[in-house]
């Protein structure tokens, strides 16, 4: 009797307790009843999804403000789901171009909503002060590598992919080397380089190109990104940065220049005697500085002649789509000996540059030079070598302490 008396109590308290609260409708008031700046409603549509567990969502705004932008597990607008879409971007307008029941919409990225500058006011809402905002959804944005001779060979995906960063280029899992079927054998082919149309006429622009969601806007909402590999024939090692540039030991190996490499603060000296081929793909090696000195034994009748540059003597080599800005060859003044230098290597005969550039190169010394100096660029060659479609300027020899007898220049 005692438990059901106070079971009773207890509920008219809290019917009481309700009645003093006034809840209902005759005591609601609209946001701008209760302060009147608040005269901005947008109603956030999720469009086939739901935002805060429901369809659409209303908040409201003092004229001049920056919307608040819906993101987050948690808050007054938390981040829309539908399935495992994502929200690609708000949008003031759409078109339905499917159906009713299979509704296919189409965005104008003239109203795309950007949350960072675009601000709340009587140019952007209706008669009611009332703005619209509209989720466009896509499909998880994939990175696709193909072979750009063979567009169905999918190479590579990334499934992951975050909008709003810049592309960034394969590094651990490059396929660097594939191999091609062809009347009946493998045959090697390396990666030359990434490019954004199948032709391979527009290189992938990678940290410094457009975002991911700046690059599907341009593809009008597919979120498959296809990077275009394009192959060639052979076996190539390729030269990522000034650490494999120094680290190339095959003198008779192929290689590929796979990105700008800049030696600033890098000394070196000659690789070596050089016959084997570098394709340069149009990237830039820069800022080379290199130290000549031939000194013979005291012993010594005479010593042969050295040659200096990226390479030292050059015999069989080729050079393609390579270009070297500001390359500086010191000549030490304490040489006893003969010394050829040129901006690739020194001596050559037999060798080939095709569509290489060099600007901003020079040759110094540290002192009087006494022994002859041959000069030549992009190499000190002979009638044996080849050079087409290059662009080369003079080399600079006024840092060069040379009598004018001792300096041959080619």
């Given at each position: 009797m005692?438990?059901?008396y106070?079971?009773l109590s207890l509920?008219i308290l809290?019917?009481?307790a309700?009645?003093s609260c006034h809840?209902?409708s005759d005591?609601?008031?609209e946001?701008w009843?209760?302060d ?11 469009l086939?999804g ?6 659409v969502r209303?908040?409201y705004?003092?004229?001049?403000s ?7 597990a948690?808050?007054l ?5 539908f ?9 003031t307008?759409?078109?339905?171009i499917?159906s009713e029941?299979e ?7 003239a109203?795309?909503w950007?949350?960072?500058t675009d ?6 809402t209706d008669?009611?002060?009332t703005?619209?905002l509209?989720?466009h959804w896509?499909d998880p944005?994939s990175?696709?590598?193909v072979?750009a ?15 709003e960063?810049?592309?960034?280029k394969?590094t651990a ?5 594939i ?8 045959t090697?082919?390396s990666l ?8 391979c ?19 009008k909402?597919d ?5 275009y590999?394009?192959y ?7 030269i990522k940065n000034?650490t494999?540039l120094?680290n ?5 190996g ?6 700008h490499?800049d030696?600033?603060?890098?000394f070196?000296?000659p690789?070596g005697d050089?016959?084997?081929v570098i394709?340069?793909?149009?990237y830039?090696?820069s800022n080379l500085?290199?130290?000549a000195?031939n000194r ?6 005479s010593?042969p002649e ?13 050079f393609i789509?390579?270009?070297i800005?500001n390359?500086?060859?010191?000549v030490d003044?304490?040489?006893?000996a003969?010394i050829c230098?040129?901006?690739f290597g020194g001596?050559?005969t037999?060798?080939v540059?095709?569509n290489?550039?060099?600007?901003n190169?020079?040759v110094?010394?540290?002192?009087k030079?006494?022994v002859?100096?041959s000069?030549?660029n992009?190499?000190?060659?002979d009638k044996?070598c ?5 662009g080369?300027s003079?080399?600079?020899t006024?840092?060069l302490?040379i ?5 041959n220049?080619?």
């Amino acid at each position: 009797m005692y438990k059901l008396y106070k079971t009773l109590s207890l509920i008219i308290l809290l019917m009481l307790a309700l009645s003093s609260c006034h809840i209902g409708s005759d005591t609601y008031k609209e946001p701008w009843e209760i302060d009147n700046s608040f005269r901005y409603r947008v109603i956030y549509n999720a469009l086939g999804g739901k935002i805060n567990s429901s369809p659409v969502r209303e908040t409201y705004y003092v004229d001049g403000s920056l919307l608040k932008k819906p993101q987050g597990a948690a808050g007054l607008l938390t981040e829309p789901v539908f399935g495992n879409k994502i929200v690609f971007g708000w949008y003031t307008d759409y078109k339905n171009i499917g159906s009713e029941k299979e509704p296919v919409y189409e965005f104008d990225q003239a109203d795309l909503w950007d949350f960072e500058t675009d601000r709340i006011s009587d140019e952007n809402t209706d008669h009611n002060k009332t703005l619209t905002l509209y989720a466009h959804w896509i499909d998880p944005p994939s990175i696709i590598f193909v072979d750009a001779d063979n567009t169905e060979n999918i190479l590579m995906r990334w499934e992951i992919v975050e909008t709003e960063k810049r592309l960034s280029k394969p590094t651990a899992f490059e396929r660097k080397i594939i191999e091609k079927n062809e009347n009946g054998k493998k045959t090697t082919y390396s990666l030359l380089d990434y490019f954004r149309d199948p032709d391979c006429n527009n290189r992938v622009l990678w940290e410094n190109g457009k975002t991911v969601r700046e690059i599907i806007q341009d593809r009008k909402g597919d979120p498959n990104i296809y990077i275009y590999c394009k192959y060639i024939e052979g076996k190539y090692t390729r030269i990522k940065n000034k650490t494999d540039l120094k680290n190339i030991t095959d003198m008779n190996g192929k290689y590929i220049i796979a990105d700008h490499i800049d030696m600033k603060n890098e000394f070196l000296l000659p690789l070596g005697d050089f016959s084997g081929v570098i394709i340069g793909n149009g990237y830039t090696i820069s800022n080379l500085s290199i130290t000549a000195t031939n000194r013979a034994g005291l012993l010594d009748i005479s010593s042969p002649e050295k040659s200096f540059g990226l390479f030292s003597e050059l015999c069989n080599a080729s050079f393609i789509d390579i270009n070297i800005d500001n390359i500086t060859i010191s000549v030490d003044k304490k040489s006893n000996a003969d010394i050829c230098v040129g901006v690739f290597g020194g001596r050559a005969t037999n060798t080939v540059f095709e569509n290489c550039t060099i600007q901003n190169s020079r040759v110094i010394s540290d002192g009087k030079v006494e022994v002859n100096v041959s000069v030549g660029n992009p190499a000190f060659t002979d009638k044996t070598c080849t050079i087409k479609d290059c662009g080369f300027s003079d080399i600079d020899t006024v840092g060069l302490n040379i009598g004018a007898d001792k300096l041959n220049r080619q």
